[in-house]
């Protein structure tokens, strides 16, 4: 079956512009989650969303970002006013209710700010 | 907070040797423990996943061990090709109510034909 899929996968921006970038999760899994991977880096816990709840957001870094997935599917996360510090790779996460445990992840968003 | 740390950050060696990578981490109390691929400029493929009662895991000429109360897992590459070379994360999921990941900053290996 189909794996969990991001778009863009590049993504280049301006300081000080808004920027969306899309998770579509496994078909079937309740639990969504966003990583941010800087160069040379492990990736880092932003968000997690069970169902169409944020259930623990104590990863985002400041209020520039916030992310929703208002249908318990598809996930949107958004940065307001970009900063070049903002820029790496945004990774999403699938995993299902009998397996919470094991996640699955998507080739990820490659954002620049220039 | 959990930290994980992996050693050696980048190994080269010949094809067809066997080699260990090594992750370890600071609270053992874990539910699991993943470890993942990750090819340059792209996502991370799950390579095998550790439950917390168990000792090891094995995919073909991976295997995976953990022991919880040391706080130590390794990954062992027998036989190892080109096609292995890549960055190597492990990650924990612990047991403190956070349902995240927390990683270290990965092995870069690089396997030479």
């Known amino acids: 079956g189909a794996g969990v899929s991001q778009t863009p996968s590049n993504k280049v921006t301006e300081k000080g512009k808004y920027v969306e970038l899309r998770c579509d999760p496994i078909?079937?899994?309740?639990?969504l989650y966003w990583y941010r991977q800087s160069l040379g880096q492990g990736p880092e816990f932003l968000i997690y969303f069970q169902g169409t709840g944020a259930a623990d957001d104590s990863g985002l870094p400041n209020d520039r970002f916030f992310a929703v997935r208002p249908e318990g599917s598809v996930s949107t996360l958004k940065i307001q006013r970009t900063e070049r510090g903002d820029s790496a790779v945004y990774l999403c996460?699938?995993?299902?209710?009998?397996?919470?445990?094991?996640?699955?992840f998507g080739p990820g968003t490659r954002l620049t700010v220039l | 907070k959990q930290e994980v740390t992996q050693i050696p950050a980048a190994l080269s060696v010949p094809e067809g040797e066997n080699l260990v990578l090594n992750c370890s981490f600071t609270d053992s109390a874990i539910y699991n423990l993943q470890w993942f691929r990750q090819d340059p400029g792209k996502g991370l493929t799950s390579l095998l996943l550790i439950q917390s009662s168990q000792r090891e895991q094995t995919s073909g000429r991976l295997n995976a061990s953990l022991d919880k109360s040391s706080g130590r897992s390794t990954l062992y590459i027998a036989a190892s090709q080109p096609g292995d070379s890549a960055t190597y994360l492990c990650?924990?999921?612990?047991?403190?109510?956070?349902?995240?990941?927390?990683f270290g900053t990965g092995t870069r290996l690089t396997v030479i034909p």
């Open positions: 990650a924990v999921l612990t047991q403190t109510g956070a349902n995240n990941l927390f």
């Open positions: 078909s079937g899994h309740t639990a």
């Open positions: 996460a699938s995993s299902a209710e009998d397996r919470w445990g094991e996640q699955f």
